[in-house]
């Protein structure tokens, strides 16, 4: 799955829950079953924690991904 594909997935559960009366959704499994589950999302991590934590540890991020953990 692209980070772009993983994007629009999160947004559209961020749209949902945003719309929902008290932050839950109802999900479906394979079986017809249907829970309503709760979910909440942190908030990005700002780049210059980001950066120190993978420059402390000698890591290098592609700029795809750091584009995802940074965007709101």
Known sequence: MTVNKIQ???NELKRRLSQS???TLEVKVDDDRVFIKSFSFNSPED???LLSFFGSNN??????YKKFLLNP
């Open 8 to 10: 629009a997935t999160l």
């Open 21 to 23: 009366k008290n932050g």
């Open 47 to 49: 780049e210059k924690s």
């Open 59 to 64: 890591w290098t991020l592609p700029e795809d």
